[in-house]
Nanobody, 120 residues
Framework: QVQLVESGGGLVQPGGSLRLSCAAS????????MGWYRQAPGNQRELVAV???????NYADSVKGRFTISTPNDKNTVYLRMNSLKHEDAAVYYC??????????????WGQGTQVTVSS
């Protein structure tokens, strides 16, 4: 099993910044992908930003140039730095990871979600 623990959501004014963090723990042998999705009311869950195997990153077009995904030396953690936040960025943000477990099974896990509210 893998646990994803998120933090960093909250209320921010338009144009402001937030940093989300997600820490993965458990029987992890290898991380294939790890990143962030979001879901606003009435919308489908959508990719925001993700690290893929080899260290490459993918971003949604709507956040390119404003959001940055990063990982510290502890590669079981990912951060999402969100700058120049807009009303349309408001959503529940979910950490997601695609893992190879210690028993070599491949499993996908989701965090519990953290609310980001953009309002003046």
């Amino acid at each position: 099993q893998v646990q994803l623990v998120e933090s960093g959501g909250g209320l921010v004014q338009p144009g402001g910044s937030l940093r989300l963090s997600c820490a993965a723990s458990g029987n992890i042998f290898h991380i294939k992908t790890m990143g962030w999705y979001r879901q606003a009311p009435g919308n489908q869950r959508e990719l925001v930003a993700v690290f893929t195997t080899g260290g490459s990153t993918n971003y949604a077009d709507s956040v390119k140039g404003r959001f940055t995904i990063s990982t510290p030396n502890d590669k079981n953690t990912v951060y999402l730095r969100m700058n120049s936040l807009k009303h349309e960025d408001a959503a529940v943000y979910y950490c997601n990871g695609d893992f190879i477990l210690s028993d070599l099974r491949r499993m996908t896990y989701w965090g519990q979600g953290t609310q980001v509210t953009v309002s003046s």
